[in-house]
């Protein structure tokens, strides 16, 4: 049975006392930092203050306001999930 073919990598990293969350389309891409649920890099204690949250979304920054504003006006589901009718799953 052949591989699914991916059509995107995410991967989370820890780095100087952060979490970065990355984002590519095709291997041959360099890596950016995308998270549509929250930030893209976040502290890993709360307590720190050499961390901030920052927000991506592929690869571009936005604030705080700008990243919520951008959530509110999304319609339906995200690209990556299906909808599936009343009674049944999409699950193998």
Do not use: C
Not at 42 to 65: A, C, M, Q, R
Request: a positive charge.
């Amino acid at each position: 049975m052949a591989k699914k073919e991916k059509f995107y990598e995410y991967k989370k990293i820890s780095s100087g006392g952060a979490i970065h969350h990355l984002f590519r389309e095709n291997p041959e891409d360099n890596w950016i930092h995308h998270n549509s649920d929250g930030p893209a890099i976040e502290p890993i204690e709360e307590g720190n203050k050499k961390v901030k949250k920052e927000y991506y979304l592929f690869g571009i920054k936005h604030t705080s306001d700008e990243f919520k504003a951008v959530k509110q006006d999304q319609e339906g589901l995200p690209w990556y999930k299906q909808s599936a009718p009343k009674g049944t799953t999409y699950r193998n």
